[in-house]
């Protein structure tokens, strides 16, 4: 990658009325958050079944036993990384509109990122599958598996989309407008595998915006698609970035 291509990256940005981020597990694996798929990743040790509503429904234990050790023991360590922290930097700046992001793990709310679009839900959040209300996740304890819920004594689910349920179409509506409105879409960490969120930079392309990508490796993404790639990790090229186009 060079600094040439780094430095047409940022007079893009400068330039753009409306700027969309994209994110995916690669900008929180920085922060010691291990992806979904590929080598190392949670459904290489997990069964990914076990994630499927029906299923939790019918083993609410087993499965809580699974979503503590995966998600909410790991999560307690994570702290935000220098990309999540630059991200939450240019918004404050006036130059980026929106995080949409497929993490479910909160970290660009901790960095201070203000308008984020969660596509996948998060984990911050739990609710009752019987009197279906909602709790922020830190107000639970998880000494006691499943947790009951504080209102009913019924069960909480964290708020994130399981296998067989659908994704939030607000979320969907309004994350896919802002991508057909804007000039830029910046791709961090994700290679776009997942639907329908991976179609938001084509929504973006589609609507006569560039696309700017930064990933570890070469994606499908990667390929005649994206104007710009630069490579390398989020946390070392996103700080870059914004360096130059915040001058």
């Known amino acids: ?7 047409n990256a940022a007079e893009i940005l400068r330039k753009s009325r409306c700027t969309i981020a994209f994110t995916g597990a690669g900008i929180s694996v920085e922060s010691g958050i291990p992806p979904f798929r590929g080598p190392g990743g949670v459904w290489s040790k997990y069964d990914p079944e ?15 036993h699974l979503l503590k050790e995966i998600f909410y023991d790991t999560q307690a360590r994570a702290k935000p990384n220098p990309a999540h922290l630059a991200l939450a930097e240019l918004e404050a700046a006036g130059r980026l509109a929106a995080v949409i992001t497929q993490n479910i793990d909160g970290l660009h709310q901790a960095a201070g990122s203000k308008t984020v679009y969660e596509y996948h839900g998060s984990t911050r959040r739990m609710q009752c599958l019987d009197c279906r ?10 000494d006691i598996l499943p947790p009951p819920c504080p209102h009913c004594g019924g069960l909480l689910k964290p708020d994130f989309v399981f296998f067989s349920e659908a994704i939030d179409f607000d979320v969907h509506r309004e994350a896919t407008e802002l991508a057909k409105g804007s000039d830029v879409c910046l791709i961090v960490g994700t290679g776009g595998e997942v639907m329908p969120a991976g ?5 973006t392309r589609n609507a006569g915006g560039t696309v700017i990508e930064i990933n570890r490796f070469e994606t499908r993404y990667s390929y005649g698609f994206s104007d710009i790639f630069l490579q390398g990790k989020a946390g070392t090229m996103l700080p870059k970035l914004v360096d130059l186009i915040l001058g």
């Open 199 to 203: 179609r938001i930079p084509l929504v």
């Open 50 to 64: 076990k994630f499927e509503k029906g299923y939790f429904k019918r083993h609410p234990e087993e499965v809580w």
């Open 133 to 142: 209300t909602f709790f922020d996740a830190a107000t639970i304890s998880l």
């Open 1 to 7: 990658m060079s600094n040439h291509a780094l430095q």
